[in-house]
């Protein structure tokens, strides 16, 4: 089987060092297996999305010396597939219109400051409003008949499991007209027959659901990598809103984006974050 992996970007914003990490060693591990390394643009966010940051995403692989296989999957060419994926479940009986405000979910739970609420599952059982009021599809968990604790193979640290209901019942189709996150992640990773996701820590949590949507479809497992992150100087996570620490002001200051690519490359995948001096 040939090992075929991806970088996923989303164009809301400017790439940082961290991004450089993910996509260097997408690259590096689909070489090493003599696979092969794909683009995917995930632009289904409409309101976030812009033509300059996907530009910007192409102009920083270049310089970085990291060429995808294939022209890149656009998430937004694909939508009628989404939509068909969508139709499948609302035929199964596996999904309920929901018509709640994030305000409302959250007023409802009364949590702390910061803390997410799980969606708890107001709207369960509810075909869409007749009176053209904008809903979401969420996913019924339990109507699935599917466990909630999913088992994956990461490559670097062995079988892992954890439990796909963390945030409830997830969205799948938004009320934008939109695919959420997850439903286009799962199906792009079918299309693209990915067979490695190679993806930071701080995606790790949303792998059980993923997988749940998986065998829901009938789409292949891959394995994963959740790899260590990059951190800035003072010690935070990189974000796309840090303007000096993105691609594009490194490159804008001459710094060479293939050496830095093979100073990344030679950093192990796994291990404590860490944060690299330039
Ligand atoms: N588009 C996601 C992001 O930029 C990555 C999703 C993934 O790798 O699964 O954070
Ligand atoms: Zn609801």
Redesign the pocket.
Known sequence: MTLVT?????P?GLLHLG?AF?AVHATRLAREAGGRFLL?L?DIDRTRCRPAFEAAILADLAWLGLMPDAPPLRQSDARARHRAILEQLVARGLVYACTCTRGAIEAAAAPHAGETVPYPGTCRGRPPPADGTPFAWRLDLAQTGLSLVQQWQDVAAGPQQGRADLAGDPILWRKDGWPA?HLA?VAD?AAQGVTL????RD?AA?TPL?RLLQELLGFPAPAYLHHRLLLAADGRRLAKRDRAETLAALRERGVDGTALADRLGALASTGPDLHLCL
Do not use: I, N
């Open positions: 991806r970088f996923a970007p989303s809301t991004h993910s995917r995930e996150y992640c990773d996701v190679v993806r930071g995606l949303v993923q």
